[in-house]
Structures are given as structure tokens and as C-alpha cells.
């Protein structure tokens, strides 16, 4: 059986680089915190799961390399994501890792669990394609058996951060690519978001 590969995308967690939507609302100080524990807590709880291979795609490249700086489990492998748009970044881990499918996750959605990470592989057993739609019209997730190869302009023309991105991903697709979807969750880009997000973790602190 071949391993299990689960990319983390990741941006350096400098103030005033990451979130700036989020950064517009709740400020800089904010959404920084907001980044940096969500990639922790999101690189342990996957990162530790033995049933796949986990990397941290990091950008930018130089970054890779920087100790300290990356809250994740040791043992991580840490590569750069390298140049080009989102879609040329996201394209390359399913053509450059090791052989075995492939599921890349943003690493700053707080509500992944490990067991959304198991539901795509297990889709990927008889589906070339799975994605993890977004209520905004994008996705969380997105994986690929990579039997046979991914298609090259699998990401061309994205109108990526719009209501379009997945309908133009999925537009790419031929129609002999068989496609699942996993559950919906929702990435924290702005202040409603944020707030959302803060009733939802209340609400399950409530409930345990």
C-alpha cells in the first residue's frame, strides 16, 4: 500500500504578514496570535497521526529553513512551496512528492480534524479528485490519487479568494475524473468569521 501524503500549507507567522483581512478587523496583534495558535494546534493534531505522512509547505522558501519559527511536531519536514501564483504553489506536492495520494489543507482553519483528513484519503480509494468545499465558494481541501497523473492546468484560471474558486477548479476537471467532496469548513478571513469561530469554540467548551 502506498503511504499516505498530507501537505500543510503554511505562510511565515510574522506580525503583520499573515491574515490581513483578518488584520483589517480584530488588529495586526490579533490575527497574528490567531494564525500562529491555529498552526500549532492544527499541525499537532494532524501532524501526529500515524496514518499518513505529514509536510509544511512554507512560504516563503527561506523560511524553510528558519529554527524556531514553526510550531509543529518534530520530525516535520518543512519545504518551500516556491514561486509562482497560489494554483502553481499548490500544484507542485502533487508532482513532486513520493509516490501515494495527496491531500493539501491550509494550515489556518481551526475546525479540521483528523478525522476530515481520513475521510478524503478514504474517498481517494475509488475517486481521483477530493475536495473540501467552503461556504464562500472556494475550498479547505483539496487531494488527488495521483493514479493516473494530476492534470497540469488542474489550477488554470482560478479566480482564487472568490465565490468561483472550486466551480473553476472543478471546470478543469474532464469528465472521465471522478470526484468526491468531504465535509464543509470554513477558513476565518475576516472579522464575522473570527466571531463565528469564537461562538463555535465557546459553544463546544460548553457542551464537553
Avoid at 128 to 154: E, H, K, S
Wanted: proline residues 8%; glycine residues 10%.
Amino acid at each position: 500500500m502506498l503511504p499516505q501524503h498530507l501537505v500543510l500549507f503554511a505562510r511565515c507567522p510574522q506580525l503583520g504578514a499573515v491574515k490581513r483581512r483578518l488584520a483589517a478587523d480584530i488588529g495586526a496583534v490579533g490575527a497574528h496570535k490567531f494564525y500562529r495558535q491555529t498552526l500549532r494546534d492544527v499541525a499537532w493534531r494532524l501532524g501526529r497521526d500515524r496514518r499518513w505522512k505529514t509536510w509544511l509547505a512554507v512560504t516563503p522558501d527561506s523560511a524553510a529553513g528558519a529554527s524556531g519559527v514553526w510550531p509543529v511536531p518534530p520530525g516535520t519536514p518543512i519545504i518551500g512551496q516556491g514561486t509562482g501564483d497560489l494554483g502553481a504553489r499548490m500544484a507542485r506536492p502533487f508532482h513532486m512528492l513520493p509516490p501515494g495520494p495527496v491531500v493539501i489543507v491550509g494550515s489556518d482553519i481551526p475546525d479540521i480534524e483528523a478525522a476530515d483528513i481520513a475521510a478524503a484519503f478514504r474517498a481517494l480509494g475509488d475517486h481521483d479528485m477530493v475536495f473540501g468545499p467552503a461556504a464562500d465558494g472556494g475550498y479547505w481541501l483539496v487531494g488527488a490519487r495521483r493514479r493516473p497523473v494530476v492534470p497540469q492546468n488542474l489550477f488554470a484560471n482560478v479566480r482564487w479568494s472568490s465565490a468561483h474558486a472550486l466551480a473553476d477548479t472543478l471546470a478543469n476537471l474532464g469528465p472521465k475524473v471522478r470526484v468526491a467532496m468531504v465535509e464543509e469548513r470554513s477558513d476565518v478571513d475576516d472579522g464575522a468569521a473570527w466571531r463565528r469561530w469564537q461562538i463555535r469554540k465557546l459553544a463546544a467548551k460548553i457542551t464537553r
